[in-house]
């Protein structure tokens, strides 16, 4: 009889005999302090609705697409594993256990990759499994989870508890009605559950959808989009509403960093056009570079509205988005095919931080996942702008080695107050946790090496965890 699954105290934590004793010390200082998750895309109707989670494959694989991707380059499909097309041609398995079944019997495959430690840690912390997933044991650990979900201290208010999340941020078009965070805050839950804009559809010239988009938003504002003027009100007025509802941050994906302003009369002329592009005349396409003006020109824009709103500016640009032209027209956005590019931040910055980045009321996050720039931009900038903020390690870059190496190449130019704490960035609820858990056990084993190596007193180290794991966050994104 094989034995029970556990997990090892020490996971994650340095190897060797010098400064493992001293890791342990320091993450034991800081492994219950409460979850600050700011960028993150939990859906708010979890929340606002707090029914329960249907069933293991709906919480634990659908919704994930760390899981999806890794599945999908092993032979799988997305339709296999819950995600239908958007036309209908390809419909979802309807049967949630085969989901599962098809996710335990891949479970070999996420060996060495952070999904495994997140999800191990989740199935053994949370759900009490003692077996390992595989194609034999599938049934047996789908029947336990849905037995654990099914109980009311499994709903996802009860969770925020069991979690110790403090403080939530969920990611929400520019035109929300703010209906679900409303209905929080009649719950006494408004300043733990708090909105985030995400504006990216609205700042796209070139999107098939922006003039929907647009007067969505005009519309939500109560303003009539007839013109650019008009259509920077709007936005001016939905970051006040969401800010009213709590929130303390807008989010921003371009595909490039660049903050370069255009002229006033340039700028409302690619409006126009954009408001145009959905006809079938050539002259009113949106070219590739006037889309890349216009949305430089926009987070210019976004910046100065931060200034007088001090709503934190998030950049997290470098992603070639739907990588699978076929497969992202099939099935839609964020299924795994989001793939990293090479950035350059240093002159893409300068427009935003000449004009802002002294600016008392202007806070902005810069995230990459481009590692070069860490030390050779990022850091340096982040160093010595008092308004920049180095984003910890996202996306493809939240894991034990990749965030080891952002602390080795980041910290002695920025030093560790200009970072923002980490980030768990996911869909996946139950992955909170684990995800915090793995950054506070790899920052414990990387100050514990500067303790072993006299560059730290231990008393000092501990009390640099807790700035990364919990005043760091609250701090760069504190409401103002």
Known sequence: MTAAWTLHPDRALPADPVTRPIAREIYTSVARLPIVSMHGHVPVEWFADNAPFVDPAQLLVVPDHYLLRMLVSQGETLPRLGVGSLDGSQPAESDPREIWRRFCAG????????TRFWMETALVEIFGVA???SAATADALYDQIQAAIDLPDFRPRALLDRFNIEIIATTDHPWASLEHHAALAGAGLGSRVVPTLRPDAVLSIQS?????????TGAAAGIDVTSYAAYLDALRAQRLRFKAAGGRAT????????TTPLPD??????????MRSSTDSAADRVTAGEAASFGAHMLFQTAAMAADDHLVMQIHPGVQRGHATAQTALFGSDHGYDIPVALEFTRALRPMLDAFGH??????????IDEDVYSRELAPMAGVYPAMRVGAPWWFLDSPEAMRRFRESATESAGFSNMSGFVDDTRAFCSIPARHDLARRIDAGYLARLVAEHRLDLDEAVDTAADLAYRLPLAAYEAR
């Open 107 to 114: 479970w070999q495959h996420f060996r060495g990759t952070p």
């Open 131 to 133: 077996e390992r997933p």
């Open 208 to 216: 098939p959808t922006f003039a929907a988009d647009v007067q969505r």
């Open 251 to 258: 989010d921003h994906g371009p595909y490039l960093p660049d």
């Open 265 to 274: 009369a340039d700028a409302a002329r690619l409006f126009d056009k954009g």
């Open 359 to 368: 600016h008392p009321g202007f806070r902005t996050i810069v995230f990459t």
